[in-house]
Nanobody, 121 residues
Framework: QVQLVESGGGLVQPGGSLRLSCAASGTIFSIYDMGWYRQPPGKQRELVAIITKNGTTNSANSVKGRFTISRDNAKNTVYLQMNSLKPEDTAVYYC???????????????WGQGTQVTVSS
C-alpha cells in the first residue's frame, strides 16, 4: 500500500509563513507529478501548485509570488512554502501524488489526509 503523511499546518497571523510537507511511503516504483490542493470552508477543492518529476512547476494565480512548491525525490517528499499568508488562504490543504507502484503497474493518484491551515489575527 501507499501512504501519504502531511505535516506543517496550523494557525498563523496574516503576513506569516508556514511550510507544509507530504511524505510518500510504501510500495513505490516511481513518482511523477506531486501537487498541493486546498479546500476552503464551503467551497470546492482547488489546485494550489504542482511539480513534475523533473522540477517543472505551475501554481494558481492567487498564490503566485507567495507560495513555492518543491520536492525531494530521494525522500519521496513534496513541500509547500507559504509566505505572506492571507485570511483567504484558510483551508484544508491536501497533497496528491501521481505514481507507479511497480514496473508493470499503471499510474495511480493518492491523496494525503489533509492538514488545516488557518490564517487569522
Amino acid at each position: 500500500q501507499v501512504q501519504l503523511v502531511e505535516s506543517g499546518g496550523g494557525l498563523v497571523q496574516p503576513g506569516g509563513s508556514l511550510r507544509l510537507s507530504c511524505a510518500a511511503s510504501g510500495t513505490i516504483f516511481s513518482i511523477y507529478d506531486m501537487g498541493w490542493y486546498r479546500q476552503p470552508p464551503g467551497k470546492q477543492r482547488e489546485l494550489v501548485a504542482i511539480i513534475t518529476k523533473n522540477g517543472t512547476t505551475n501554481s494558481a494565480n492567487s498564490v503566485k509570488g507567495r507560495f513555492t512548491i518543491s520536492r525531494d525525490n530521494a525522500k519521496n517528499t513534496v513541500y509547500l512554502q507559504m509566505n505572506s499568508l492571507k485570511p483567504e488562504d484558510t483551508a484544508v490543504y491536501y497533497c496528491k501524488v501521481n505514481l507507479q507502484r511497480t514496473l508493470n503497474s499503471g499510474l495511480q493518484n493518492f491523496w494525503g489526509q489533509g492538514t488545516q491551515v488557518t490564517v487569522s489575527s
